[in-house]
């Protein structure tokens, strides 16, 4: 690996700028977050990317969720983001932080109130006996709503990712891609690059 003092933050932002210009794609935050359960059995699921800075990448969730319990158990996780439109993978290794509340209240105020309704209603990864179930629950939340304000759950917050390793890989003719990785040593980001 060669040592070299590298930001990727400015590489990740140079491309998300890029797919956050297509309107079509209303998914351009989507990232697939993989976690790990108390008996090792890996697990990833998409999430939405809602914040993100030089101290990592945020997403929010319901605390109780299957993922919630994982990240509660072993806070190292990755994310994957994949674009299409670039031909670009960035994957990211890190370990989750829940954000201040200060932050989850500013998040969750700023939702749709049919969104922070449905937090409420919702027992994320409990089994659910019926679609029409849920519904009449996130209508019974909306019910409580004292003049168009909600709280936020105390089950609900966001955890950040905060990176100790992000790869970008730029897809090449013949499976010759270009792959980049940035590992954090000792407070300083080293970039090297990888065969594909």
């Not at 976690?35 to 319901?62: C, I």
Request: glycine fraction near 6%.
């Amino acid at each position: 690996m060669i040592m070299h003092r590298q930001n990727p933050f400015e590489l990740f932002e140079k491309y998300y700028a890029k797919i956050l210009e297509d309107k079509q794609n209303t998914l351009s935050n989507a990232v697939n977050l993989a976690t790990v359960s108390a008996d090792g059995q890996p697990s990833n699921r998409t999430v939405l990317l809602k914040e993100w800075d030089e101290q990592g990448f945020v997403f929010y969730t319901n605390l109780t969720s299957r993922k919630g319990e994982e990240i509660a158990n072993n806070a190292k996780v990755s994310l994957c983001f994949y674009w299409t439109k670039l031909d670009v993978q960035v994957r990211v290794e890190g370990v989750c932080e829940q954000v201040s509340d200060a932050q989850a209240d500013a998040y969750f105020d700023s939702r749709p109130i049919e969104s922070r309704a449905g937090a409420w209603a919702s027992k994320q990864s409990q089994p659910l006996k019926s679609h029409a179930y849920l519904l009449k629950r996130v209508a019974k939340a909306g019910l409580k709503l004292p003049l168009g304000k909600m709280h936020r759950p105390d089950f609900w917050s966001g955890f950040r990712v905060v990176p100790q390793r992000i790869e970008f890989m730029q897809m090449k003719d013949y499976r010759l891609h270009e792959r980049r990785s940035f590992e954090l040593v000792e407070g300083d980001w080293q970039e090297g690059l990888l065969y594909p």
